[in-house]
């Protein structure tokens, strides 16, 4: 069958990452279909429906950004504070470079799908309990209980500052990563110790 065909499969979310990053994350089904030289029956026969559409590209571009954050959290030598900057920096930069298909995806997408809504939650939802971990796993948090509380707070606070962040342009990005890695190390350090570096 060919929605079974992975290179075909590969080669119609390709087709829709263009067309949305190109034209707005407003874009219509049949602008995909079209980007990808097919109709939208076909497109959908290729995913089940459209939500098998969304989820996929949710599939490919969340995971994308988690595994792009993954060796800025676990690089130990970086220190507390030059780990949450390379990790804050690279979400910023990536969500920044593909606007459209971040605003496609948590915005519209999530509007429009509660099962893929569903679905990215819960794939954020493991990066906070993977941070979570970590932090406990180092010893940075000794309480598993603690360190699980504050890795899905600060996935959620970067998450939703880089949302406002993309709204106001103005505003550098560098002021936004200092103050999210200063809210992290100030959770993080001992009560009324804050590490400069």
């Not at 954050?69 to 910023?92: M, S």
């Amino acid at each position: 069958m060919s929605g079974r065909d992975p290179d075909r499969r590969r080669a119609l979310l390709d087709a829709a990452d263009r067309v949305i990053l190109r034209e707005g994350p407003g874009v219509s089904m049949a602008a995909i279909a079209a980007e990808a030289g097919i109709t939208k029956p076909i497109l959908y026969r290729h995913f089940g429906d459209k939500h098998g559409l969304y989820q996929a590209l949710a599939d490919r571009h969340v995971r994308t950004v988690i595994a792009q954050l993954r060796p800025e959290l676990a690089e130990t030598r970086a220190g507390l504070r030059g780990r949450a900057r390379a990790a804050i920096g690279v979400y910023l930069d990536l969500i920044s470079a593909n606007l459209n298909l971040y605003r496609f995806l948590f915005h519209r997408v999530g509007a429009e799908d509660s099962r893929v809504r569903s679905h990215m939650t819960a794939l954020v939802r493991s990066l906070g309990e993977e941070l979570g971990g970590m932090l406990a796993a180092e010893r940075v948090v000794p309480d598993p209980t603690r360190a699980q509380v504050l890795g899905h707070a600060f996935v959620g606070m970067v998450q939703t500052t880089g949302d406002w962040w993309l709204e106001h342009p103005e505003v550098d990005r560098a002021v936004v990563v200092e103050g999210l890695v200063d809210v992290i190390v100030a959770a993080i350090a001992p009560r009324g110790e804050v590490s400069p570096s």
